[in-house]
Structure formats: structure tokens, C-alpha cells
């Protein structure tokens, strides 16, 4: 019989929690600079999904690759790339993996395997799958995520990449997060099919649809579908059901999406209920929640600092860094 530490024991169960809080809390801060215009370009924002990717990268090991798209913030933090490096990327300083030279959240950091994201709407997942060939050839047990929502499943490269790995049983996890708008335009216009999973039948590997705002749930499917593709099981396809509470971007006011319905997936915070549970299975404290959110606000400052004290890129090192040239 599962209970709620047949997966993690009771001190991971804790530490998952606290990247779930410092993944809020990071985002939420970052929303308030950039309106303050305190970095330059633009903001992805994903809070109310954290559970999507916070989870499954929590459960990878140091080796597995991370492919993620623009709005991946958690999926870094949950893999375990610290808060400063993401900010010093946010803020295009130097000190940031890509040494300030590319978009603010294309988080990418090549110590943990997380591969900086493709500008086109689901190039990562071209670029996971060739990841997992590459584990594949290697004969080693490494598996990859790559994270995509639902407006990515309608291009092209998507089922191309899906059908490759179906065909050579390669250790992928496609973690689709439906948060039911691709930009402005709502599920209904984009497909006809009640389950974007159902997909996955197509070229011959599960599809599971799951709610992607329940962390257990998502951390049992994760775990599930991760162990399979280690074993030499082939690809899974997860669909999370889940929402982001604002536009697309920071300059999008999303007004176009109904009250409502924001206020319904509101009510259903992953976090929140992740907190009820620890706290109901005294897996947490009251005290520990509140030392927690104490915690991540101290850390998401310290990494501001260090981003804002780290200097900018010089206009001659602009062509430097163009080809790998060994080690």
C-alpha cells in the first residue's frame, strides 16, 4: 500500500517542499522587477504550475538531461541549478551561464545537464530526444524530460521528435503542461481532443493524463514513467493538466481568459495542498511552512544581489564563445 513516503522518505518530502516554495517565491519576485524595470526584456512566468516541473526534475539524477522551454524556472530549481546563477541569466550579466548574451529565461546550465532552451515553440523537444539517442548509444542509464506545453503539440517538430523516439524505444519522458492557452488562443481552437495524451498512441508509447496541480500524483507519474525509460522501457508521454495565473508574458494582461475560470485554478494551488498534506501526515510544522517561505525570500534576495553587483557583458566579447573548442 502507498502512503505519502513510499516514494521520497519524510527529509526529501521536505526538501521537495522547500523548492517548491523558493520556486514561487523566486517568480513572484521576479514579476515585481521587472516591473520595476530592473532587468531589460521580458518575463515567462509560471506560477500555479510549479508542480509540473518542480517534481519531475527533484527526481532526476545529477547525469539525466533537463530540456526545457522559456517557462521552465522550476524545472532548474528542481534539478537543483542555484537561485543566483538563474538571476545572474535573468539579469544578462556575466556571471550567467551564456555570459549574458541570450534571452532572460532561457535558462540553461551545462553542469547539471539542463539544456539552454531553442527559441522556437518546441525545438527543446527535438533537442531532449537527441539527448536520449545519445544515452541510447552510449549504452548508458540516463534518461531525459523535456518540458513543453500545450501549443508546442501542434508543431511539427513535435511529432517528429515523438515518433523517432517511439520507433527506437528511447529513454525520454515528454512532459507536456496543459495549461489550456497557448499564448492567447484557448485549447478548443487548437484541437479537437479532450486529452492531448491521446497523441502519444500514435507512435506507439502511453499516454497519461494526470492533474498536474496534485504533487503527488505528479511525483507517483513522474517516478513511474522516469523508472520505465531507465530500464530500457521506451518513452512516456505525461500530460499535466495544469494553469499559469497570468499572461503569457509580463506585457500580456491576459484579459482575455474568463475571471472565472482564474479564480477555479486559483482555488487549486498546488502548493497550498501539497502544504496540507505534509502538515496533515506531520511531514512539516506550521512553524517549518512559515520558516520555509522565510527561507526562500532570504535566498531570492541574495540572488538578486548577486545578479545586480555582476557586471554586464563587453561589446568585444560578443564573438567569443561561437564554437567549442575542446576543453
Known sequence: MLTIDTILDKEKLKDLYYHLVLTRTFDEETRKLFKQARFAGTYFSAVGQEATTVVPSFLLEKDDVVAPSHRELGANIGKGVPPKVIMAQIYARKTSPDKGKSHPCHYG?????VITPASTVAGQIVLGTGAALGFRLLNKKNVVISFFGDGATSRGCFHEALNFAGVHKLPIVFLCQNNLWAESVPLKLQTALTDLSDRAKAYGFPGITIDGNDVMEVLKTSKEALDKARNGGGPTFIECKTYRWY??????????????????????????RFEQLLIEHKIITEEEKKAAYSKAKQDVDEAVAYAENSPFPQAEEALEDLYYEGE
Open 109 to 113: 546550465y551545462a553542469p547539471l545537464n
Open 247 to 272: 499572461g503569457h508574458s509580463e506585457i500580456d494582461p491576459a484579459d482575455y481568459r474568463p475571471p472565472e475560470e482564474v479564480e477555479y485554478w486559483k482555488s487549486r494551488d498546488p502548493i497550498p
